[in-house]
């Protein structure tokens, strides 16, 4: 069975330690085997309290970070693409220093709405940053996966197709793909061609429905995306993530667009985005080996 | 919550006191609240001993039944229409004496491929058996509800629009209308319609994949299906229903048409039925109060 | 049959006479019955030759405005309300002016990625704002449409629901819902629960695909979108809408997020979407009378 | 663009020259490349006339019969199976007779429901026979489809899997897969990995709706098939199937459940489904070199 994992802005928007023991304890409690922390301010934690928790509580960490237009990769402007560069730095080495092996989200790019197309030059800039960036990190046995998000959070790419020729010419083997049903249902011509075209080149999942609310209550042909991840025998994490102005963190929601509640109780939530992901994966046959067809 | 219901072949082929034992025993084990037993042959039923085990586990019955060709009360001779009342009689009678309120199923046809329409006379007679056996069930607070079949299983009602012409034809108001998705993925326009248009003449719910295997599966679309029931308010029960090689009953499998090993595992098949529905549910909204929207 | 339309950015980012020409002429040899001007920018319209062009190859305009962060009628300062407010009266006028008898788009809000949740000041400010517009636009013989976009696009209503609730607290009789599938997709639990509710408040449709390109080529069950709107007996315009790095508004493309090639030819996108959106109505039923289920 | 094809039931339930008059002059007028003549029962065929027809209206013809319970090659009964090859012999020869290359259906097997599972020496007779046959028409220049139909239809195969199984174990090259969308609605997992499994091995295809009907008025998920479609880079028939008690083959229509009035006008029928399948290839990119993505 897949790891399954879960976001930490269901539980809380900052990283302080209190909520970082909600974070954890929640996560236990709701059957979750991971928990993704979204380094978007990093400040408040405390390295040695939460490396301890994830221990006692016997869970792993992934972390998950998007840049800001003022520190973005992308940019034509190499000062503006150093900024980018030494938040990544910082990620990589959070990441190493928790224990964790995974750091993905929007690496290559600020997270949210540009108002002009991707040029040569930025695109330069990431390519160079990722060759560099993914490097090191594979010295500190950390794996870069690029998310693949939607046009309004990115213009880099927006794509399967748009990731795996990015992977491509950067070139370096520490690279996978990162796939969000949220932003699938959105860009890509269906649920299953962009997982066989990943094929082993997908390293991690995002299950999100299309409002990113309750798992079973939007448009999402979740069916479909199990039926694929089955197809390429996916074994690594799926974890679950939504959004709701019920829990906020200041600046991450509003460059997430969460104006809506789409829920008031997070361990409902959780707890039932559990049980949806495993009756999805199980049904489609996702690590299953005696199904008779 | 609506309650869940399994239909007992997932366990037993028969209904002998050993069989009983154990489809009562592993239905409560999977976390059900109603077994669904077919009477398509109820001789070795054992009344007190069922009547017992029942009130043991805590567990509420539903019955049904398919005619045969030569009990039909959907045929032009006077004599085989008579020898299907007397069937329907008897299942009225058992669902009665164990504690039943729900008998359903294909009350009104043979249950089978018929090579032929049915005749007008044909219908007069389903017509006036209803009227008749709804008129005696109801005496015995037992609703009977009409099981919408896909055209290899009856030539007499195979949509639930059919199925409401027929139940305000009859007249009487015992009558509920039966959905099985299994068999509206083949006869239905969509998941939504029958369901509207059934509103509260909708009594029973029949959850089966399209090849009758493990939910998740195959090519029925339930995330639809469930907002449909979200949108009448249903608060009947949902019964899960699958067919195998594994566990066959002589007949009915053969009437079935039931070739392939679909599973082999009945506890491993119910538990995930009963996780996968009630995340279905409740992504749906269905039975849920506080979903913002 | 509905009214077939066809957003003018198919064809061309601007009105300039020539455009215009290529729009009207394109939009007829496509087949379309209707075409949707943007108001972006209308200033290079010319009035007279627009109308005689219309008249011409016989074909029906619609207008559709987003307004801009500094004009926008969502805010708290009154100062860019009143920009807003003009704009609008501009677009109205216009639409008057070129024979046409609706108005939409998103007359309540910018047309963008708002980095903050609408304000209950701001909120007051739409309400009087519509109550105003629609009233004007009654006397000169044009309905106000909301379009219900996705939550990058505006803050304040996001789905069919809330489009409902605000015409309700306008409480004027000129105002009607909006549908657009592709933001439908994102926001709204599926493609059916929105169109029930609004019934005969549906005034307007776009169908876009989930990515903005050809039709099919995406996520979007359209199949449930038009059985539902069969089920409605909708009668009014259907408008298809795609967008492409190939033919660009400057403003406008960068605000709706078009970074990718998403087609090539106008001409085989258009004839095809006409094709399409025709098959699935008929398919679905919208608009015949003697199907017989 | 692959060739589209109609089967001439939707004309006609016989094959008198009249109705082949009216099922060649009716399937080009409906703008279709290809007609499926059924050989449920070929006695009135005119080969001559037919030949001529077909020239005449420059459409091509492709052929298919299922056999008989008393002509069965899944038979335990060397007589059974004699009279089957026999059929099978006949067919072959008119569909070379006829200009014909393709010969498909259920020449595996009676088309019905059968009473009982498939024997091992039943099984052993499918397999010789197709053997035999698939050599005798290849000499003649003619394909051999195995239509993967439903358990209602056959027991033998009832997936695209256990076609391409029975096809290696016959081994020889003259077989391919044919796959309809009807019958994998009931039986398959999902649109997509069937038609993945068959690659190149999949020859002829049946577009039929979930119940048989309209395009586009049932469950089927089609964009999902047709992306398939495109995926593995089909370039064969596709060929629209449909039944309504309109037009009625007396045995053919018994055998295949057709108890309901899908459609009155053939015409209408038969020009949607063209318009239906052509936009969905199109939307889907089937055949399509130019689009993006």
Chains 1, 2, 3, 4 share one sequence.
Not at 33 to 46: A, G, M, T, V
Not at 157 to 179: F, K, M, P, Y
Request: charged content about 20%.
């Amino acid at each position: 069975m897949n790891p399954l994992g879960i976001h930490a802005l269901v539980w809380a928007g900052d990283v302080s330690p209190e909520s970082v023991k909600k974070i954890i304890s929640s996560s236990k409690q709701a059957g979750f085997d991971l928990i993704e922390f979204s380094l978007h301010d990093p400040k408040p934690l405390d390295f040695g309290y939460t490396r301890e928790l994830l221990k006692e509580y016997a869970i792993k960490p992934a972390f998950s970070r998007g840049l800001a237009f003022n520190a973005d990769v992308s940019s034509d402007d190499p000062a503006v693409v150093a900024r980018g560069v030494a938040l990544l730095t910082e990620a990589i080495n959070i990441t190493q220093q928790l224990g964790g092996d995974y750091f993905g989200g929007v690496p290559y790019s600020a997270l949210g709405k540009y108002s002009h197309p991707i040029t040569a030059q930025g695109r330069k800039h990431v390519v160079e940053t990722l060759r560099r960036i993914s490097g090191e990190a594979a010295d500190k046995g950390v794996k870069i996966g690029l998310e693949v998000v939607n046009r309004y959070e990115s213009n880099v790419i927006n794509t399967a197709r748009q990731a795996l020729e990015l992977i491509d010419e950067v070139g370096t083997g520490n690279l996978c793909v990162h796939l969000d049903t949220y932003h699938m249902n959105i860009e890509e011509v269906d649920f299953t061609r962009p997982v066989l075209e990943c094929g082993d080149k997908l390293g991690y999942v995002h299950i999100g429905e299309s409002h990113r609310g309750y798992l079973g209550s939007g448009t999402i042909n979740f069916t479909e995306f199990f039926h694929a991840l089955a197809q390429i025998g996916y074994t690594g994490p799926i974890t679950f993530e939504s959004f709701s102005s019920t829990v906020v963190a200041e600046g991450l929601s509003n460059d997430l667009a969460v104006w809506r509640n789409l829920w008031n109780n997070g361990m409902d939530l959780a707890t039932h985005a559990h049980a949806y992901i495993s009756a999805q994966a199980k049904g489609a046959g996702l690590g299953v080996t005696d199904r008779p067809y």
